[in-house]
């Protein structure tokens, strides 16, 4: 079994006894060297399975762990039987005494929880409530306290809850620490929103893990029994853990100290969800007799490409140190392409691409599914999902959705179909809740019989309304809504398309609604901004023919259906998404100050670092080809941003760099050399 391990592997499998600290950089073989060490402590070391934990992330992660250890155990006919067992649900193979246990986080919370909840007078039954549950009893938390939505937005609220939940604290310790008027109040509704939590016998995601915490402090016999169980304890992302899973792990952990964490300190860019990079970094200080192993040698890349993204992540103060190596020496050089505009970006990448798929230049050939285009926001998406639809590139997007098929940016082209068109129902039935107005479905079904009867639109079946099956109080909601809408269409008759995108805007309070205090929130709101790049050619034209044209155009390009069919089709998604994958051709696009790194991360030197994390995370995802671009004018968030190179361009040594700039259309001798064959 350790034949196929290189020696830092090994010598991290065999390093069984005690805490182990694995700094495992990107395509170094963690997961391998992982599960090698679950089976290791089995054959080699006689450990019962059910003595062993193994707690990730997310599911996938989960179950490609699963799914390794089985290969491995069913090596012998003694382990087949017990290796089938990982097909089985999480619950079932909880109290398997054949298996080791390989779970997320709050799979292995939940399990702990269903046993022992009594011991901090839950019932077993707990019901887990979901997001829209949640955001639904902070809103009425609010409303009994008598709060403004408008003044605190209930998203924030939720979002200030669950950082104290992964902080460990209650809503008494809020309290007591709070040093504002907000503060005060966010913990008066969290003491309320926990109230209600516990009289509906429910539980957040949080409290999974923030209860599981309180039982073990609160009732030794049970920390004993889950200590007495698991012998050892494995933890994969270790960089990406909060307060309150160190909490867990350590109580786990603290009878036998056989604790060993795997992660990378360089890639940790989940501060904004609660991560806390000083778990890792004071490992060693936490853990005096640990032992660190360093897994450098690196697997996917070429040495160019660790070098460079070696010279952007160097700049960093607070990590450890590593140098990764390959036995793939040399490489191609970063290309770093200067664009005059983000259609020249997109011109660009589409050229390079189409050169990698036919394997022209002296390249391999690259199949599209090969290759991916990563950048900081979903907003800069637009500009080059709309070239790829015009030049036929197909292309999916992952951990986000195609830039017109935004919930955001949905509802604003709704807005503007149904200002023009009263009569059509689908955008009625989208918009008539955003924001919301208490008018609900059954309403809304009276309505459309009652247009439906009289062959009226909704002004003309709203404004006219004799009497019939709506309420007085709902009439007056409806009238409100119809009213705004005509002031809508004089305005439209009256504006160029972009002024009246804004005046639209302003009036339905989108801005207010949108953003909700969260990173989600003001990148949605981005996106919405992104509509005026869009626009740009019909923004002049009066409103009404800009926006018809404009729809036009928006329904053709949002026709990517047989697209997402093929299997061959380049990969779109945002740096923080692309975290465990990797592809042969990497383009990072706008690298620009302002986008990457972020405009709002230029004050603090925390996340500062954090953005360089995130960049090296970008680049190490190329197995051999790594385009860094940019723009020397970029229209985005509805405005032309001039903004200077990346200061991580700079970072990368320069002889590692191959310098291209655009001073012509890059299409021009496209079309002529035929390189497209989609």
Request: net charge neutral; charged share 30%; aromatic share 10%.
């Amino acid at each position: 079994m350790l034949r196929d391990l290189n020696p830092k592997q090994r010598e991290a499998v065999q390093k069984t006894e005690g805490p182990v600290l694995i700094i495992a950089g990107p395509g170094s073989g963690k997961t391998k060297t992982l599960t090698h060490r679950i089976v290791y402590l089995i054959r080699e070391k006689g450990v019962r399975p059910e003595n062993i934990l193994a707690v990730t992330f997310t599911n996938k992660a989960a179950s490609e762990m699963r799914s390794r250890v089985s290969s491995l155990l069913a090596g012998s006919a003694a382990d087949s039987q017990a290796s089938s067992g990982f097909s089985a649900p999480f619950s079932q193979y909880f109290k398997n005494p054949s298996l080791p246990l390989v779970g997320t986080f709050h799979s292995l919370c939940v399990r702990i929880l269903r046993e022992d909840a009594e011991g901090i007078g839950l019932k077993r039954d707990f019901v887990i409530y979901d997001s829209a549950d949640q955001l639904g009893i902070v809103k009425k938390a609010m409303k009994e306290l008598n709060l403004s939505t408008e003044q605190m937005n209930p998203r924030s609220v939720h979002s200030a809850i669950s950082d104290a939940k992964n902080s460990l604290k209650t809503s008494e310790q809020m309290t007591n620490t709070a040093d504002s008027f907000l503060a005060e109040n966010v913990a008066k509704v969290y003491a309320i929103y926990q109230k209600r939590l516990t009289e509906c016998g429910a539980l957040d995601f949080d409290d999974l893990i923030m209860k599981t915490t309180l039982l073990f402090t609160q009732n030794k016999v049970v920390l004993s029994k889950y200590q007495d169980r698991f012998h050892f304890v494995m933890v994969d992302e270790y960089q990406d853990t909060n307060h309150a899973q160190y909490k867990l792990v350590d109580m786990l952990a603290e009878k036998h100290r056989n604790l060993c964490v795997v992660g990378d300190d360089w890639q940790s860019i989940y501060k904004w969800r609660g991560a806390d990079i000083q778990n890792i970094l004071d490992f060693e200080k936490n853990y005096p007799e640990a032992k660190t192993v360093l897994l450098e040698q690196n697997y996917r890349s070429t040495q160019n490409i660790l070098d460079a993204s070696y010279g952007v992540i160097v700049r960093n103060r607070n990590r450890k140190d590593k140098k990764l190596w390959t036995e793939k020496k040399g490489g191609e050089p970063i290309i770093v392409y200067e664009a005059a505009n983000e259609k020249g970006e997109a011109e660009f990448i589409i050229g390079e691409i189409a050169k990698l798929n036919n394997g022209t230049n002296g390249r391999e050939k690259v199949n599209l599914n090969d290759v991916a285009i990563l950048y900081r926001t979903n907003a800069q998406s637009r500009s080059i999902e709309e070239s790829f639809l015009q030049f036929q590139v197909p292309y999916k997007i992952v951990g986000g959705t195609k830039f017109y098929d935004r919930r955001e940016v949905k509802d604003v082209l709704a807005y503007l179909r149904f200002v023009q068109n009263p009569s059509d129902v689908a955008s009625l039935e989208r918009i008539i809740n955003i924001p919301a107005r208490k008018i609900g479905k059954a309403t809304l079904d009276k309505v459309l019989k009652e247009m439906r009867k009289n062959q009226m639109d909704f002004l003309q079946t709203i404004l006219t309304y004799q009497g019939g099956e709506l309420t007085k109080d709902k009439l007056i909601k409806l009238k409100a809504f119809a009213g705004m809408i005509v002031e809508m269409k004089k305005r439209m008759a009256e504006e160029d398309t972009g002024k009246f995108l804004e005046y639209m805007l302003e009036k339905i309070g989108y801005e207010n609604y949108i953003k909700d205090g969260t990173e989600e929130g003001e990148s949605r709101w981005e996106n919405v901004r992104e509509l005026f790049s869009a626009i740009e050619k019909y923004k002049e034209m009066p409103a009404e023919e800009g926006i018809r044209a404009f729809s036009e155009d928006v329904t053709l390009v949002s026709d990517v259906d047989g697209w997402e069919e093929t299997t061959e089709a380049v990969t779109l998604m945002t740096l923080h998404a692309a975290k465990g994958l990797e592809f042969t051709a990497v383009f990072m696009v706008g690298m620009e100050e302002g986008l990457l790194p972020h405009g709002r991360t230029f004050s603090d030197e925390s996340e500062m670092e954090e953005e360089r994390r995130l960049c090296y995370v970008g680049m190490t995802r190329a197995k051999r080809y790594l385009f860094l671009t940019c723009a020397r004018t970029r229209r985005i968030f509805g405005s032309v941003q001039s903004n200077s190179e990346s200061r991580f361009i700079n970072d990368i040594p320069q002889n590692l760099i191959e310098k291209q700039s655009q001073g012509y259309s890059y299409l021009d001798d496209f079309y002529e050399e035929k390189y497209l064959h989609y």
